[in-house]
């Protein structure tokens, strides 16, 4: 079995392979163990796969999975770690965003009995002012909102020792999101510190959408607060109904010609009303709908080809 094992999920990324298999590649020839570099190609519709049955070839250390279609980033990195075979494990990036270089700082940590090390980012190359502004305003909201504390400016690059690996392999639940999982299994925990680079090639594969989608699978996995605020949400307006209506009985009593008691103050409150129970609505659904999605019980992903994974590590 490999001492190693680094996992990349790859999706539409033709451009970055070829350097970014040098480089790891790089790393790797340096490492004290054997290593086996996991790619996961998360249904790309370029030239990836091709690519990376190449690697294959010329590389016994380069193991690929194929999934059938495209299930996410989260979901391919998960089928790494369900492939991996080290005993320490690192995910990182095919767009060299996160830094290879940064992988013997972190396996020094965990020789020296760390679990979990992760990469924490001080500064964002070349990104513009709103990503950087919703990046730092989201983490900071996750932190303060979830149950367990999630680290800041941290991404899925990271290093993990095979006892936290079994262990996030055995949760069965699907929306996931590693960074949190991770800082909920506990373990000694640390991080490097790197800045980070801009994309090498290609179009950036997180959009505005799917950030904000997994901003809110973060929140409705972690945190019940969202529950709570529903709640709040509608204590706030029935003080606020039961204090409106005593103003309207006393205005209509006193004060029979008050404008305040007409046909506004009523489209105002049923306005208020609706919104609240609407966003009473919406929030209830998002935990209906993951439950939804965990009762079902298909599998995580389908695959169409894996290779490399029969065959001894050197």
């Known amino acids: 079995m490999p001492q190693y094992s680094l996992i990349i999920p790859i999706y ?3 451009e970055t392979i070829p350097e970014m298999y040098r480089r790891v590649s790089s790393i790797m020839n340096g490492l004290d163990g054997s290593s086996e570099l996991i790619l996961i190609n998360d249904g790309s519709k ?9 690697l294959h070839q010329k590389d016994p250390r380069v193991c690929y999975l194929s999934l059938a279609r495209n ?4 979901v391919a990195v998960t089928a790494g770690l369900n ?12 767009d060299l965003q996160d830094p290879p270089e940064l992988i ?4 020094e940590l965990w020789q020296q009995g760390y679990q979990v090390i992760y990469a924490q980012r001080t500064k964002r190359k070349k990104e513009g002012w709103f990503k950087r502004f919703t990046a730092y305003v989201f983490y900071r909201l996750l932190r303060t909102l979830a149950d367990v504390d ?3 400016d941290t991404g899925d690059y990271c290093l993990m020792d095979r006892q936290v690996v079994d262990i996030l392999n055995s949760m069965p639940e699907r929306n996931r999101y590693i960074r949190g999982l991770r800082s909920w299994v506990g373990f000694n925990q640390t991080s490097v510190k790197f800045e980070r680079d801009p994309r090498y090639a290609g179009e950036v594969k997180y959009t505005f959408r799917k950030s904000f989608t997994l901003a809110i699978n973060s929140l409705i996995s972690f945190s019940k607060v969202p529950l709570r605020i529903s709640t709040y949400l509608g204590l706030f307006s029935a003080i606020f109904a039961i204090f409106m209506a ?3 009985l006393y205005w209509r009593i006193h004060e029979a010609k008050s404008p305040l008691t007409g046909f ?7 306005f208020f009303l609706g919104s609240v129970q609407l966003i009473s609505i919406g929030i209830l659904g998002e935990y209906i709908g993951r439950i939804y999605e965990e009762i079902k019980g298909r599998p995580l992903y389908t695959l169409s080809e894996v290779e490399g994974f029969d065959q001894e590590i050197k």
């Open 104 to 107: 013997p700082e972190m396996l």
């Open 12 to 14: 539409n990324e033709e």
């Open 83 to 94: 492939f991996s075979r080290g005993k320490a494990v690192i995910i990182l990036d095919a």
């Open 264 to 270: 506004a103050t009523i489209m105002i409150a049923v």
């Open 71 to 74: 299930f996410g980033h989260q």
């Open 246 to 248: 005593i103003l309207v």
């Open 150 to 152: 999630i680290p800041t």
């Open 46 to 54: 370029d030239k990836s796969l091709s690519l990376l049955r190449d």
